[in-house]
């Protein structure tokens, strides 16, 4: 069983909103040193952290995207949620679900889900 | 942002060699960089964090170093599954990724 896996459509219409869900088991959701985050790789392209969110709802987003996503948590269905909204080409890349370590001296991006792959095209 | 600049781009060696990636911030980032392994088709790994430390379960054959704006990560003695993508990432400010440096066989 996975830590975190990802699921949601491996299709969407350029204008419309991507939508993500990650499910966290195996670890639990609500463990206080711990983010749950987004990070996405466009093909053969470089790493792009989209954003995090704590089980008690605080988020930060990558400023470069900031006007576009929304995270959100459940912690009642054990999983973090991810909307881009205006998505063109560019957009398309895998999307990892990550677990994201956050104290005072260690911060790291310690689990990772498989990735699942979003084409934007029409 | 804190931008960060990975050298070389791209690196051949053979198995044996030991292989050096530096890492560079555009400012301070005390010891907030961690290393990645990516393998094709894979998701990253990690390998080092906060510079330094070795992440439970990578061989020791791993070992970074570095402070402030230059880091290291080195390979003392390449192995067959070493050939791979790497990536360093500051968690000093926000989140940000080097550019990759490509790990090629000889």
């Known amino acids: 069983q996975l830590p975190l896996q990802e699921s949601g459509p491996g299709l969407v219409k350029p204008s419309e909103t991507l939508s993500l869900s990650c499910t966290v088991s195996?670890?639990?959701?609500?463990?206080?040193?711990?983010?749950w985050g987004w990070i996405r790789q466009p093909p053969g392209k470089d790493l792009e952290w989209i954003g995090s969110i704590h089980y008690n709802g605080h988020t930060y987003y990558n400023p470069s995207l900031q006007s576009r996503v929304t995270l959100s948590v459940d912690t009642s269905k054990k999983q973090v949620s991810l909307n881009l909204s205006s998505v063109t080409a560019a957009d398309t890349a895998v999307y990892y679900c990550v677990r994201d370590q956050w104290e005072l001296l260690v911060r790291r991006f310690d689990f990772w889900g498989q990735g699942i792959l979003v084409t934007v095209s029409s | 942002d804190i931008q960060m600049t990975q050298s070389p781009s791209s690196l051949s060696a053979s198995v044996g060699d030991r292989v050096t990636i530096t890492c560079r911030a555009s400012q301070s980032i005390s010891n907030y960089l961690n290393w990645y392994q990516q393998k094709s088709g894979k998701a990253p790994k990690l390998l080092i964090y906060?510079?330094?430390s070795l992440q439970s379960g990578v061989p020791s054959r791993f070992s970074g170093s570095g402070s402030g704006t230059d880091f290291t990560l080195t390979i003392s003695s390449l192995q067959p599954e070493d050939f791979a993508t790497y990536y360093c990432?500051?968690?000093?400010?926000?989140?940000?990724f080097g550019q990759g440096t490509k790990l090629e066989i000889k």
């Open positions: 990432q500051q968690s000093y400010n926000y989140r940000t």
């Open positions: 195996v670890v639990s959701i609500s463990d206080s040193s711990y983010y």
């Open positions: 906060s510079a330094s």
